[in-house]
Each structure stands twice: as structure tokens, then as C-alpha cells.
């Protein structure tokens, strides 16, 4: 069993750290983003990273067995079907018309999707650092969706999966954790997903089909710094430890960023 590591949140925040030897720790920040980029950065080259926010905690499976489900080192899953991530991301099917992980996937079955789940997951460590996982981001869901889109780019797996869950989640909890990005974070995830002239035209179609002007969201997002690069080199040392395994990457094409 590799050594684990398990982030317990609640929204953005961390409240505590588990380690492999099963102390818990204060974080070391109180940003969920921040933290999981310091553990990635300092864990051991085998070592699994878990995450869930507490309101969960009743309806999933024992996370210390998390890191069976995972066939290869270039899977991360998540919950996103059970959280309708779809839902999430709001008005970035404006500019995105091509991918189906915006439409509600199964929840009977692994479905894969880069709307990482911000309320659970697991991942290896080494994944994290070779696809760039941004720490910087207040948003914890911004962090896991920009992470998922980025990555997928370069042989990442990141599935929904089931078994993460022991029993159905109430709907009141559902509810209460299936938080949509503001514009502003959506205009974001959309400048690191395509670039800049994506922002204006997603900036047009809000006010053309909504009435709104987002232009605040807009001109933050078109000024940012471009997002951390991937590890390619990383990303080929993990395509080479899945030996002859073959599970198949998730479908995805990807358009022009400028």
C-alpha cells in the first residue's frame, strides 16, 4: 500500500492533514489548494494525496482504501457526477461546444470527466507535480477544474468513480456543497482552458444572450498570468510506469489557445 496522505476540508479551507504513519497535523495553510501543492511537492514519489470535505464523511467508502481503485499512476478520481459538476461551471458552455463532460454523466459506473470534484478525490502525488497544480488559487474548485482540463492534455485519467461512496449522499448535502463558480472564476477557467480571445468572446455572448456585462471578470482574467507549465518529462516517467496496462485515455481534443 503506498503512503497516504488525506486532506479534510471544508469548502476552501483545510481543517486537517493525516499522514501515512496516521498522525493528524495542522495544516500548514489554511487553503485547500495551497496545502495539497505543498504536500505534492514534498510527498514521497509513491505516495497517494486524498481529499474530502467533512459534510461527506458519512456517506464514503474508507478512505485508507482509496488507493486500491487506482489502476495506474495517471488516474485521479473524484466524485464529479455524484456533485453535477456539470452545473458548476455555469456560462462556460458559451464558448466550450465540443466537450460532453458539460452534460450530467452516470453514476452506476467510472465516467471520465475533467470537472474534478472538489468535495473528494485521490490522485498520486507525482501526478500533481508533473501536471502544474496551480496552489495559488483561492478557489479550491477553480483549482481542480483548471487542473483536470490542463493535465488531461498530457495523459491524465481522471474519472468519476463510484466507489469512492458507501452509501447515496441526502440531497440536502448534495445541495449544499454543489456551489457554482462566479464569473470572475469562470472567466478564468476559461483564459487558462483557451486562451485569451475566448474571454472576449465569452464577455460578448454574456451580454448578447444574458444582458450581462462581465467586464470587471473579464479584464481580471485577460490580465493573469498564464498557469504553471506541466512536466512533460514527469508526465513520461508516469506513461512508462503503467507498463502494458491498457486502460484507454478518456477522449478529448483540444482547440487553439492564443
Request: proline share 9%; charged share 20%.
Amino acid at each position: 500500500m503506498p503512503p497516504l496522505f488525506i486532506l479534510r476540508l471544508h469548502g476552501d479551507r483545510v481543517l486537517s492533514v493525516s499522514t501515512p504513519a496516521n498522525a493528524t497535523l495542522a495544516p500548514r495553510s489554511s487553503s485547500a489548494a495551497r496545502e495539497l501543492a505543498l504536500l505534492a511537492a514534498t510527498a514521497p514519489e509513491d505516495a497517494c494525496i486524498a481529499w474530502f470535505d467533512e459534510r461527506l464523511e458519512p456517506f464514503l467508502s474508507d478512505p485508507a482504501g482509496w488507493p486500491d481503485l487506482l489502476r495506474n499512476p495517471l488516474e485521479l478520481l473524484h466524485l464529479s457526477c455524484f456533485q453535477r459538476c456539470d452545473r458548476m461551471v455555469g456560462s462556460l458552455g458559451l464558448v466550450d461546444f465540443y466537450s460532453c463532460f458539460l452534460l450530467p454523466g452516470p453514476t452506476d459506473r467510472r465516467y471520465a470527466t475533467w470537472l474534478v470534484s472538489p468535495m473528494a478525490g485521490i490522485a498520486k502525488a507525482s501526478l500533481f507535480r508533473a501536471g502544474g497544480f496551480d496552489g495559488t488559487r483561492r478557489s479550491w474548485t477553480l483549482a481542480l477544474f483548471d487542473f483536470g482540463y490542463r493535465a488531461m492534455r498530457h495523459g491524465l485519467l481522471p474519472y468519476s468513480e463510484p466507489k469512492l461512496l458507501r452509501e447515496s449522499i441526502w440531497p440536502s448535502v448534495q445541495e449544499e456543497l454543489e456551489r457554482p463558480l462566479s464569473p470572475g472564476q469562470v472567466a478564468m477557467l476559461i483564459r487558462r482552458m483557451l486562451g485569451r480571445k475566448w474571454v472576449l468572446f465569452w464577455l460578448a455572448a454574456e451580454a448578447i444572450y444574458h444582458q450581462r456585462f462581465r467586464g470587471r471578470a473579464a479584464t481580471h482574467a485577460l490580465l493573469a498570468r498564464p498557469p504553471p507549465k506541466a512536466d512533460l518529462a514527469a508526465f513520461r516517467r508516469l506513461h512508462d510506469a503503467t507498463g502494458h496496462q491498457s486502460t484507454p485515455t478518456p477522449s478529448f481534443s483540444e482547440p487553439g489557445t492564443k
